[in-house]
């Protein structure tokens, strides 16, 4: 595609498939560097149990969990921190290691307000009440096997789960211009199993949510 | 892969032996998915399952196709699956892109799936950059059809009928050897890919697709989707068969939102 100074740029396509990417036959080294990328960027989820041992798997005994509330990105991690969590009534239960591009996370669990992590925490009165706070970016490849190796240590019947996440106000399609919205506000997607009552409007089309929350 | 709503008649809901699969390819102006949400918005199509895939990037909204406060509020995802059973069609919409390295094994699934689920045939609406054309492309329609060998039996005589254009192969080596010629689709996702195996599979696949660039690609749409009707009439085709494709309620503020007053 020529642009108005005359220079000759490949127009990125809203399709977003690498053209490049089919045409080149991969070569032993290729798979090789590729699995090596992959095992990198694996997610490892380390539980502690009751006998405060670390574990990576919880494989024998899925663990019984009557609601599970996610915050995704450091605002709803902060809003946690501030209004939910506090040492008398929450324990440490699991931690997840990881790394892409934009960060890593560690295994330990004393993390600062600015780091990187994603923690599980558990309600001591209520052991079946799961919390994680998850303030590192999980890339789209590793999405999926968050999800699995998250929900597959978990028994899923009568589970509640509760997602808090931000987007900018700026991303929300509406009539009117963004500029006079009043903000911050809250839009709720559900599914049609969950039939509490829903404390704000629902979000409404062409509206999506996209990353680890939709996930 | 395919996961069954429990609301879509339970194994009647799933059964698409006899059916035809359409679907798009993720192409250069996404002009397949649009024409997919036009034809699914028009004939009011069921909603029957979905693909559980770790090779699509995620995402989540409420009902795009929502015509009133009582259906706007099932939640839809990014790759579903609407049939219409008295026109033995089933529809598969993506709604997000390949996450990298993840297109062959969805292409591999895919084809599986179309094969366990004895479905007759595949139309796969696709597009390819309009600025790749060579000079005989670029005067004349700008819509091309392929066919698997297993359809071109089938119905190759019908696409005579109507005289639809080919596409046309490209030298692989351009200016050096003319005499070799390979199918090229710059542009279309997987397309290549789907039409290739699908050769090698048996299975009968069609591919419908338009040349056109980023930009508004509405128009394009209903010109494939038009394209399309005049193979398998999914509605009858007036003079102006584009007021009769209804365009959902999601393609609202396609380019943006509305102005601040301040700024006048």
């Known amino acids: ?215 | 892969m395919f996961v069954p709503c429990e609301r879509g008649g339970g194994s009647a809901g799933s059964d698409f032996k006899g059916f035809t699969l359409l679907m798009p390819a993720v192409s250069v102006g996404n002009v397949g998915q649009l024409a997919i949400d036009l034809v699914i918005s028009t004939l009011g199509m069921t909603k029957v399952g979905y693909f559980y895939t770790d090779c699509l990037v995620p995402m989540v909204g409420n009902n795009p196709y929502a015509t009133a406060e009582e259906n706007s509020m099932e939640l839809s995802i990014n790759a579903e699956v609407y049939s219409l059973p008295s026109k033995k069609l089933v529809v598969l919409q993506i709604r997000s892109p390949f996450i990298k390295n993840k297109y062959r094994p969805f292409c591999q699934t895919l084809l599986s799936w179309v094969k366990s689920s004895k479905c007759a045939r595949v139309v796969v609406l696709s597009s390819s950059h309009a600025y790749q054309r060579d000079d005989e492309q670029l005067l004349g329609t700008p819509l091309r059809y392929l066919l698997t060998p297993d359809l071109e039996k089938a119905v190759g005589g019908l696409m005579q009928d109507l005289n639809w254009k080919e596409m046309e192969k490209v030298a692989s080596y351009p200016g050096i050897n003319d005499t070799e010629k390979v199918l090229h689709i710059p542009g279309g996702g997987i397309t290549k890919l789907l039409f290739t195996e699908s050769c090698s599979k048996g299975i009968q696949m069609a591919v419908l697709l338009k040349f056109c660039s980023e930009g508004d690609n509405i128009p394009d749409a209903f010109a494939l989707v038009n394209y399309l009707n005049e193979w398998l009439q999914l509605i009858k085709s007036e003079v102006n068969t584009s007021s009769q494709w209804k365009i959902p309620s999601s393609w609202r503020l396609l380019f943006g939102n509305g102005l601040p007053p301040a700024l006048f």
């Not at chain 1, 149990?49 to 009557?66: I, M, N, Q, R, Y």
């Open chain 1, 1 to 215: 595609m020529a642009t108005f100074f005359g220079e000759v740029v490949v127009a990125p396509s809203r399709a977003g498939v690498d053209d490049e990417e089919e045409a080149r036959e991969e070569t032993p080294e290729d798979r090789e560097i590729r699995r090596e990328l992959e095992k990198k960027r694996e997610i490892d989820i380390l539980w502690t149990l009751k006998s405060g041992a670390t574990t990576e798997s919880c494989a024998d005994e899925p663990f019984v969990c009557s609601k599970f509330i996610v915050a995704i990105g450091r605002n709803a991690a902060a809003f946690l921190s501030s209004f939910i969590l506090d040492s008398v009534c929450w324990e440490v239960v699991g931690v997840v290691k990881l790394w892409n591009e934009w960060c890593r996370t560690s295994s330990t669990t004393n993390v600062l307000p600015t780091d990187s992590f994603c923690l599980f925490y558990r309600l001591i009165s209520d052991p079946t009440v799961l919390l994680c706070q998850c303030s590192c970016y999980v890339a789209e490849d590793q999405q999926f096997q968050w999800l699995e190796k998250v929900f597959g240590c978990m028994r899923k019947e009568g589970l509640q789960v509760t997602i808090l996440s931000t987007c900018p106000v700026a991303d929300y399609k509406t009539q009117e211009s963004t500029l006079t919205l009043p903000s911050p506000f809250l839009k709720a997607l559900k599914t049609k199993e969950f039939k509490e009552q829903v404390c704000c409007p629902l979000l409404e089309q062409p509206n999506i949510v996209r990353d680890l929350p939709a996930a």
